[in-house]
T-cell receptor
Framework: GAVVSQHPSRVICKSGTSVKIECRSL??????MFWYRQFPKKSLMLMAT?????????EQGVEKDKFLINHASLTLSTLTVTSAHPEDSSFYIC????????????FGQGTRLTVV | GIQVEQSPPDLILQEGANSTLRCNFS?????LQWFHQNPWGQLINLFY???GTKQNGRLSATTVATERYSLLYISSSQTTDSGVYFC??????????FGTGTRLKVLA
């Protein structure tokens, strides 16, 4: 099946710094990718839709300036958490869909961000 | 937006037992997936099942789209089945909305 790779899998950063998370579709092209956030013992919440070559679409309540999304190519989307604070600590997961096949979306392995 | 509720929220089973997990959604969808989230957080894709029934080993799933629910069956459960099970639904844009999850613990 299609593979989505997310990097890094785990990152610890200091408050006030920025962190970039990469999401790559390895064997297919993805014009659209999605970013999710998961708090401990909670479900996954959709943050934004990443569109290749255009601006991301953010869900209500998600700060655009805090979570910068760039989808510069058909195989790569990045999420940058800017000026990170401890409350940004969370598990972030991306997904992508292979437009040449029906329906199912594939998910990366996730990134556990800890801001200290 | 679409609301997705799963039941039960928590489930404890003895090894070898069978179980049924349910996913109800509030609006029509044309995509539905079941996932198992392992202890490291990775989402394992179990089924893509917008309608009908599928089976894979000890797991099977049924979606009745017209009645807006899906069921995941686990037979002869094993300790490695422990974790959180999510259903996720999408319509049109493949923007998946996740359910509330069922936390399963299988005891040896």
């Amino acid at each position: 099946g299609a593979v989505v790779s997310q990097h890094p899998s785990r990152v610890i950063c200091k408050s006030g710094t920025s962190v970039k998370i990469e999401c790559r579709s390895l064997d297919f092209q993805a014009t659209t990718m999605f970013w999710y956030r998961q708090f401990p013992k909670k479900s996954l919440m959709l943050m934004a839709t990443s569109n290749e070559g255009s601006k991301a679409t953010y869900e209500q309540g998600v700060e655009k300036d805090k979570f910068l999304i760039n989808h510069a190519s058909l195989t790569l989307s990045t999420l940058t958490v800017t000026s990170a604070h401890p409350e940004d600590s969370s598990f972030y997961i991306c997904s992508a869909r292979d437009g040449t096949r029906a329906g199912d979306a594939f998910f990366g392995q996730g990134t556990r961000l800890t801001v200290v | 937006g679409i609301q997705v509720e799963q039941s039960p929220p928590d489930l404890i089973l003895q090894e070898g037992a069978n179980s049924t997990l349910r996913c109800n959604f509030s609006d029509s969808v044309n995509n539905l997936q079941w996932f198992h989230q392992n202890p490291w957080g990775q989402l394992i894709n179990l089924f893509y099942i917008p309608s009908g029934t599928k089976q894979n080993g000890r797991l099977s799933a049924t979606t009745v789209a017209t009645e807006r629910y899906s069921l995941l069956y686990i037979s002869s459960s094993q300790t490695t089945d422990s974790g959180v099970y999510f259903c996720a639904v999408a319509s049109g844009t493949y923007k998946y909305i996740f359910g509330t999850g069922t936390r399963l613990k299988v005891l040896a």
